[in-house]
């Protein structure tokens, strides 16, 4: 059964571009979380989709959105980039709250 | 609002020793999980371990256990035998259904560190 799959890994962007990263789930998983992991933070929920509904939302800017698709597969977007945003960036696919499995992120990183 | 709290952000274990690290929680509800992940320099976030609140039996996982005290909202992860390859980031984790939704909540991490 393969894992999550977050792409790409590593991404290097302008201050004031915007990104889309990508992330598939595990087969049959409907559940898809992000996360952004910085040293100083930790890791932070930035939203949770099923069945392409957004179902919760962490406090983050509205600069920061997501979509999930018909194959579970999500995509999540930054735009007007800030240096704040560089981080990691992780999916979590879960199909309950016994288990969330990860992804290996997206490093971010913004100049 | 539910909380983790690991309020060690280093510890340090001579290789083959045992070492133990804490996590705090707050909730009011009765049905949740709790997990430690770690989290090594690949950055692939692992599940270590896995404690359903109604069970009233510490989890084990050959050489990591816990110390589960749901009334003192306690948390604690012990590594026997420590080995260089557990060196990694360790994150505590809350999770429960909320309104159909699953919540995951993370403490901030502790950092883990094998001596040989």
């Known amino acids: 059964k393969a894992g999550v799959t977050q792409t790409p890994r590593y991404l290097i962007k302008t201050r004031g571009q915007q990104v889309t990263l990508s992330c598939s789930p595990i087969?049959?998983?409907?559940?898809v979380s992000w996360y952004q992991q910085t040293p100083g933070q930790g890791l932070q929920f930035l939203f949770e989709?099923?069945?392409?509904?957004?179902?919760n939302k962490g406090n983050f800017p509205g600069r920061f959105s997501g979509r999930q698709f018909s194959n579970s597969r999500s995509e999540m977007n930054v735009s007007t980039l800030e240096l704040g945003d560089s981080a990691l960036y992780l999916c979590?696919?879960?199909?309950?709250?016994?288990?969330?499995?990860f992804g290996q992120g997206t490093r971010l990183t913004v100049v | 609002a539910q909380t983790v709290t690991q309020s060690q952000p280093e510890m340090s274990v001579q290789e083959a020793e045992t070492v133990t690290l804490s996590c705090t929680y707050d909730?009011?509800?009765?049905?949740?999980?709790l997990f430690w992940y770690k989290q090594p320099p690949s950055r692939q976030m692992i599940l270590v371990i896995r404690?359903?609140?109604?069970?009233?039996q510490n989890a084990t996982e050959n050489r990591f256990s816990v110390n589960f005290q749901k009334a003192a909202k306690s948390f604690s992860l012990k590594i026997s035998d420590s080995q260089l390859g557990d060196a990694a980031m360790y994150f505590c984790?809350?999770?429960?259904?909320?309104?159909?939704?699953?919540?995951?909540?993370f403490g901030t991490g502790t950092r883990l560190k094998v001596l040989a």
């Open positions: 404690q359903e609140a109604y069970k009233q």
């Open positions: 979590a696919s879960s199909s309950g709250y016994s288990e969330a499995f």
């Open positions: 909730t009011s509800e009765s049905d949740y999980y």
């Open positions: 989709y099923f069945s392409e509904t957004q179902r």
């Open positions: 984790a809350y999770s429960e259904r909320d309104s159909g939704t699953y919540k995951y909540i």
């Open positions: 087969s049959g998983h409907r559940s």
